[in-house]
């Protein structure tokens, strides 16, 4: 059965960094693209950066800078860093696996505020 867990969200007050960590079991992340999306309140999900297979990444145009999304093969991990946050950046965060079958975590709560 595969489960993807996200941890690492939080308070935490603007141009602070956060790091948030998607573990899984069920599946191994170097063979799927890992994503990461975030939904604010109200909002509707949006992607925000990629991981390929073969470590490429790419990223939003209002993160890119700021965040970076990277892989921990031996701890089967993926990580996006948070650094230079806005309060606009509030939001729950989720991680997804894609590999011709999606699956997603439960999502982890960031919040930037003073």
């Known amino acids: 059965q595969v489960q993807l867990v996200e941890s690492g969200g939080g308070l935490v007050q603007p141009a602070g960094s956060l790091r948030l960590s998607c573990a899984a079991s069920?599946?191994?992340?170097?063979?799927?693209?890992v994503n990461w999306y975030r939904q604010a309140p109200g909002g509707e999900r949006e992607w925000i950066a990629t991981l390929t297979r073969s470590m490429t990444v790419i990223y939003a145009d209002d993160v890119k800078g700021r965040f970076t999304i990277s892989r921990d093969d031996s701890r089967n991990t993926v990580y996006l860093q948070l650094n230079s946050l806005k309060p606009e950046d509030t939001a729950t965060y989720f991680c997804r696996a894609f590999n011709g079958v999606a699956y997603w975590g439960q999502g982890t709560q960031v919040t930037v505020s003073s």
């Open positions: 069920g599946l191994i992340f170097s063979a799927y693209t």
